[in-house]
């Protein structure tokens, strides 16, 4: 499975980005899908996750409310929108997938996208 995120960028404090993830090759055999990010000097952490069907999310603390995963499985495509962004949001976004069950931790995830740079300026 490859994964290819895009839609990161520069925008002011208050503002909003909708990342969008690409899927390709065996995507029939992946279940959870997931968005993680990574400020400089930090670990990744988990922002949100969102099973194949859709039918189950979860989102960490810091981002209920203001963002929403989503997918179109018709199209293998899964979607961050991010509302009411905050410089502390600042950091590289990765899209993940793997076949088991949705997880909050990056290691259980076998596939990883490149990443997309997301920048809040306040």
């Known amino acids: 499975v490859q994964l290819v995120e895009s839609g990161g960028g520069l925008v002011q404090a208050g503002g909003s980005l909708r990342l969008s993830c690409a899927a390709s090759?065996?995507?029939?055999?992946?279940?959870?899908t997931g968005w993680f990010r990574q400020a400089p000097g930090k670990e990744r952490e988990f922002v949100a996750a969102?099973?194949?069907?859709?039918?189950?999310?979860d989102y960490a603390d810091s981002v209920k409310g203001r963002f929403a995963i989503s997918r179109d499985s018709a199209a293998n495509m899964v979607f961050l929108q991010m509302n009411s962004l905050k410089p502390e949001d600042t950091a590289v976004y990765y899209c993940?997938?793997?076949?088991?069950?949705?997880?909050?931790?990056?290691?259980?995830?076998?596939?990883w996208g490149q990443g997309t740079q997301v920048t809040v300026s306040s």
């Open positions: 993940a997938a793997d076949v088991g069950r949705l997880s909050r931790v990056p290691i259980e995830y076998t596939y």
């Open positions: 090759g065996r995507t029939s055999s992946v279940y959870a």
């Open positions: 969102i099973s194949w069907s859709g039918g189950t999310t």
